[in-house]
C-alpha cells in the first residue's frame, strides 16, 4: 500500500506515520508538509532513512504541488491543518486557507486522480459545547471558535464530495490528543514542560471545562482500521470516553511532580470557550471492533517522562516564534 499522509511532520501525522512504517513492513509512505511552525522533521528521525518513507514540502493548498504527490497513492489521510485554538481566535486567516481551501483541494485532486480513499482527520470540537450527554456522529455542528468552524467547513465539503460526485471519502472526528511531540503550546504539554522549568501553568477561566482525552498510540490504531476497513462516505468518531475538567487534569500533572495548587496561576477565560467535549464513539467500536488501551493515568504518566527525557527538542521550540505568539497572548 502506498500512503499519502499530509501534515505528517505534526503531532498527530508523524506519531502515525512511525506507527505504519513500524507495524506494516511493506507499506510505502509520502508525508506532504507544509512545516509551518507547527511541523517538524526532528518528529521523523526514527525513519528519515528509511527506503519506505518520502518527505515532500508542499502546501495542501497548492493545486500543483498535491496534483505530483497524489498520482499513485492508494489512500490520503489528511492531518494538515491549523490546529491550535488560541491561534484562531488572534488570526483565523490560515485556519481558513488551510483546514477549509486546503481540504477543497485534496478532495479535487483525490477526485481527479481516482485515489481509492481519503480520510479527513477531524475534531470533536465541530459539535460544539455539549452540555449535557454525548454528541453522536449525526450530532449537529455548532462550533464555535474560527478554529472549530474552519474545521467544520472542511468537513461539509468532504460531505458533499460524497453527495455529490461519489468521492470516497471518510470523515473522523477525535477527541483532544496528547502524548509525545505534541507541540508545547497545547494544554498538557504546555503545563509539563512549564512544571519542569519550575514555571506556573496559566489555567484559563474557572478551570471546569470538560475534555475528553485519547493517547496518540490509541488514535493511531483507530485511524488504521479506518483507513483499512472504514466505510466509504462514513463518519466515525474516535473518543476514549476518559473525561475530566482542566482541574483535574492539572491535579494529575501536579502529582507526578509532587507539587502544589500554588503551581496553578489563573488567568484570563479564552473567549468563547467550549464548556465540555463529549463524544459517543460508539459506532467505531461496534463496527470496526476498535477500543482505546490505554488509559489517561497511563498515558499522562508516559507523556510527562517522554517530555521529560526530551526536553532539547521542546525547548528550541519554547523560544523565538513560540514567545512572540505567547507574549500577543498574554501581554507579557
Ligand atoms: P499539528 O498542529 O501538530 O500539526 C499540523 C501539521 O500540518 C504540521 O506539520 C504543519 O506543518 C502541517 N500543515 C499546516 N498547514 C499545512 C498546509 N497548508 N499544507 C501542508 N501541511 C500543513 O496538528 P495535530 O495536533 O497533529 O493535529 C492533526 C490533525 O488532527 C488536525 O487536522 C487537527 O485538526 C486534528 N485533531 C487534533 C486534535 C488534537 O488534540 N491535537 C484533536 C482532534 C483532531
Ligand atoms: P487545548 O490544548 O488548546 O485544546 P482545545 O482544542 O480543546 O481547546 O486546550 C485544552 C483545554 O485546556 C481547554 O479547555 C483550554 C485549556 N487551556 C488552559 O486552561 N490553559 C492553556 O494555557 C491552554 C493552552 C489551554
Redesign the pocket.
Known amino acids: 500500500m502506498r500512503l499519502l499522509i499530509?501534515?505528517g511532520?505534526?503531532?498527530?501525522?508523524s506519531n502515525f506515520i512511525r506507527y505504519l512504517i513500524r507495524t506494516y513492513p511493506t507499506y510505502e509512505i509520502i508525508n506532504?508538509?507544509?512545516?509551518?511552525y507547527?511541523?517538524n522533521l526532528e518528529n521523523l528521525k526514527e525513519v528519515e532513512n528509511n527506503p519506505r518513507y518520502q518527505f515532500v514540502r508542499?502546501?495542501?493548498?497548492d493545486a500543483d504541488a498535491v496534483s505530483v504527490a497524489i498520482r499513485g497513492v492508494d489512500a490520503v489521510v489528511n492531518?494538515?491543518?491549523?490546529?491550535h485554538v488560541d491561534r484562531s481566535i488572534m488570526d483565523p486567516t490560515a485556519f481558513i486557507r488551510?483546514d477549509i481551501f486546503?481540504t477543497y483541494t485534496l478532495l479535487e485532486a483525490v477526485k481527479k486522480y481516482g485515489v481509492g480513499r481519503m480520510i479527513q482527520?477531524?475534531?470533536d470540537e465541530v459539535y460544539g459545547s455539549v452540555a449535557e450527554g454525548e454528541a453522536d456522529e449525526s450530532h449537529p455542528f455548532e462550533p464555535n471558535s474560527p478554529y472549530s468552524a474552519s474545521?467544520a467547513g472542511g468537513d461539509h465539503l468532504c460531505r458533499a464530495y460524497v453527495k455529490t460526485y461519489g468521492t470516497p471519502v471518510i470523515v473522523t472526528h477525535?477527541c483532544?490528543?496528547y502524548g509525545p511531540n505534541q507541540?508545547p503550546e497545547?494544554f498538557i504539554p504546555l503545563f509539563v514542560t512549564n512544571l519542569i522549568e519550575g514555571k506556573k501553568v496559566p489555567l484559563y477561566g474557572d478551570g471546569r471545562n470538560i475534555r475528553e482525552w485519547i493517547y496518540t498510540e490509541d488514535h493511531c490504531r483507530a485511524v488504521d482500521r479506518i483507513v483499512h476497513d472504514g466505510k466509504l462516505g462514513e463518519v466515525y468518531n474516535i473518543g476514549s470516553g476518559e473525561r475530566y475538567t482542566n482541574i483535574e487534569v492539572v491535579e494529575m500533572i501536579l502529582q507526578e511532580f509532587g507539587g502544589g495548587d500554588e503551581m496553578i496561576e489563573y488567568v484570563q477565560d479564552r473567549p468563547g470557550h467550549d464548556r465540555r467535549y463529549a463524544l459517543d464513539s460508539s459506532k467505531i467500536r461496534r463496527e470496526l471492533g476498535w477500543n482505546p488501551e490505554v488509559s489517561f493515568r497511563d498515558g499522562l504518566t508516559k507523556t510527562i517522562a517522554w517530555y521529560k527525557e526530551n526536553q532539547v527538542w521542546w525547548k528550541k521550540l519554547k523560544s523565538g516564534e513560540y514567545l512572540e505568539y505567547y507574549m500577543k497572548l498574554y501581554g507579557g
Open positions: 499530509t501534515g511532520a505534526g503531532f498527530m501525522g506532504f508538509d507544509k512545516l509551518t507547527a511541523g508542499g502546501d495542501i493548498s492531518f494538515a491543518a491549523e490546529t488551510t486546503g482527520i477531524s475534531t474545521k477525535g483532544n490528543f507541540y497545547k
